[in-house]
């Protein structure tokens, strides 16, 4: 009998950024396969990255970057993970599934392997509750529901934007607690799906992430990072507090969770420490900002929501460094090459831009 075609299997497009050959995908070839890759070389583009035989791929290294975008290149980082934004910005999918060539098939307490890519698409294709909060958490899961309170009113839910996914073995740490907890690995596997409350921000990880990307595509710009920049590893970090603030705003969800991932590598603590610092200081006043900042009712998509947002960056946290001052230019630069390379109602086709 005919296995069911994957879930979105023409709808979602696999973002990997890279510096290194692609073997970590044959253990994801069962469940990776019959989806489209796009792979963002990153470093020296006279390096051959492999990918192994049978995967249907688009792959662009910074020359392709350069070549598609021109001046307006200097938004997407180079020498940092961050360049995977690219990634989103060239595909034609719906959907976008994200996760770093460290990460691997992980194992459920039976021991099953994890598909989750997915349950990835099943927590975009459920609703999220980010009005009230459900204590059984996801209530549309299997065995599950809305417990006794919850208002009727609210059951529906709203669309799911983002759906975050965990990970086993190294946990995303920053430097500081990796060098504190060097032999520190997570084995606890939380059997849960939860969306995180209208109101509240959270550290979005960019290794194991999915997200709907007609809903909140333009707002996924992982911040300047890498190369020439005073900060790194705060790129997947910026863009969790923009999507969030705008989803917020939109009335969209955001899912924390299942599915795990094995994440096998842990960067060097010290490389991270120098790569983190000002940010570990600079976000004491960052989040403050974000917890504050009101969009206008003007503000109806989300690219009107994230220019609103880098002029709010400009005015109010240029003072921090001028380092903010360029973000902020950059963010504008970002949702203008979006438009550029997704003019309304572009296809759905794979395609090398
Ligand atoms: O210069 C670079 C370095 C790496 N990459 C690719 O990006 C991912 C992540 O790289 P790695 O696993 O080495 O680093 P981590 O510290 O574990 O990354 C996680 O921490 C955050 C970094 O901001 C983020 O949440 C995760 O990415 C791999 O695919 C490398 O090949 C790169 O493109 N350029
Ligand atoms: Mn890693």
């Known amino acids: 009998m005919a296995s069911p075609t994957p879930l979105l299997k023409d709808e979602l497009d696999i973002v990997i950024p890279t510096i290194r050959n692609l073997d970590f995908l044959e253990m ?13 070389q990153d470093g020296d583009p006279a390096k051959t990255i492999k990918v192994p035989e049978g995967f249907d791929y688009e792959l662009y290294n910074r020359n392709d970057i350069n070549r598609i975008l021109g001046p307006k290149a200097n938004c997407i980082s180079f020498k940092d993970s961050a360049c995977r934004c690219f990634g989103y910005m060239v595909s034609k999918k719906k959907y976008i599934y994200t996760i770093d060539d460290d990460c691997f098939v992980a194992n459920d307490p039976s021991g099953k392997q994890i598909n989750a890519l997915e349950q990835h698409i099943k927590n975009l294709l459920c609703p999220s509750t980010p009005f009230f909060f459900n204590t059984l958490y996801e209530p549309y899961r299997e065995g599950a529901d809305f417990v006794r309170g919850y208002p009727f009113s609210l059951r529906e839910g709203v669309p799911t934007a983002v759906s975050h996914g965990l990970w086993l073995n190294i946990p995303d740490y920053d430097a500081p607690t990796q060098l504190v907890k060097p032999l520190e690995r997570n084995t606890r596997y939380v059997d849960a799906i939860l969306t995180i409350p209208k109101g509240t921000l959270f550290p979005m990880c960019g290794m194991n992430l999915a997200f709907d990307r007609e809903l909140i595509g333009p707002a996924m710009y992982f911040g300047l990072m890498g190369d020439g920049q005073p ?42 420490l120098r790569k983190e610092y000002k940010g570990i200081f600079w976000q004491e006043d960052i989040i403050p900002f974000f917890q504050n900042v009101v969009l206008s009712k003007e503000a109806t998509t989300v690219q009107k929501c994230y220019l609103e947002l880098a002029k709010e960056v400009k005015d109010k946290l240029s003072k921090i460094d001028p380092y903010f001052d360029k973000l902020a230019d950059a963010m504008v630069t970002w949702i203008e090459s979006w438009d550029e390379l997704n003019p309304a109602g572009a296809s759905a086709a794979n395609g090398k831009a």
């Open 231 to 272: 900060i790194g590893r705060y790129d997947d970090m910026w863009a969790g507090w923009c999507i969030k603030v705008i989803c917020d705003h939109l009335g969209l969800g955001v899912k924390t969770g299942l599915p795990y991932i094995f994440h096998s590598k842990a960067s060097n603590p010290f490389v991270n």
């Open 28 to 40: 994801w070839r069962p469940f990776f396969e019959p989806y489209h890759l796009i792979i963002v």
